[in-house]
């Protein structure tokens, strides 16, 4: 009964978000990923819901800090402000550099943010789940671009990708880039 209670309590705090029974899935990462490449500016296109990312013109710049970890500035519009938080994110195995791991306050643990895919250049495709005791998993999944709106065939191919990695996309959403700076 005790686990019962804890996954009642935490339910609300997810009921924005997208989760599903079972452990977090484990999919294919960006082959030979080049975090000197990936830097830069992202706009996001699409994504699952987070409720932390309710308003319009949402970007991250991401840049390389001089103590190796990467500087990761994201910003929105939302109730008529820009709204900006800054967070860390390290490659937490040299090995894998894809797998990113990214915090957004000193006093949580770095969460995973995983490149699954991308050219560079126009497009990426980044998911996160957060496992909560192998009972239930949130996913989070983001369609990026180097400029405000992706080709409707590129994001086609950034969804089918994340349904081959057994990922959700029904409540995906196209994130509203009109009318940025």
Request: proline share 7%.
């Amino acid at each position: 009964m005790f686990p019962i209670f804890w996954i009642l309590l935490l339910l609300p705090l997810v009921s924005t978000q997208t989760y599903h029974w079972g452990p977090c899935p484990t999919p294919s990462v960006q082959p030979n990923f080049s975090l000197q490449q990936f830097l830069g500016t992202w706009y996001e296109i699409a994504k699952l819901p987070a409720s932390f990312e309710r308003g319009k013109c949402i970007q991250a710049d991401y840049t390389l800090r001089g103590d190796g970890t990467i500087r990761v500035l994201n910003s929105q519009f939302y109730k008529g402000k820009v709204r900006t938080v800054e967070g860390t994110a390290v490659v937490q195995d040299p090995k894998n550099p894809a797998k990113l791991g990214v915090s957004f306050s000193y006093f949580t643990p770095y969460s995973p943010y995983w490149v699954l895919s991308t050219d560079y250049v126009s497009g990426a495709v980044v998911y996160s789940c957060t496992d909560v005791l192998r009972i239930f998993h949130v996913d989070y999944a983001w369609i990026l671009g180097r400029s405000r709106f992706l080709p409707a065939k590129e994001v086609e191919y950034a969804r089918q990708l994340l349904a081959k990695e057994n990922i959700d996309t029904f409540k995906m959403s196209v994130t509203d880039q009109t009318g940025c700076d």
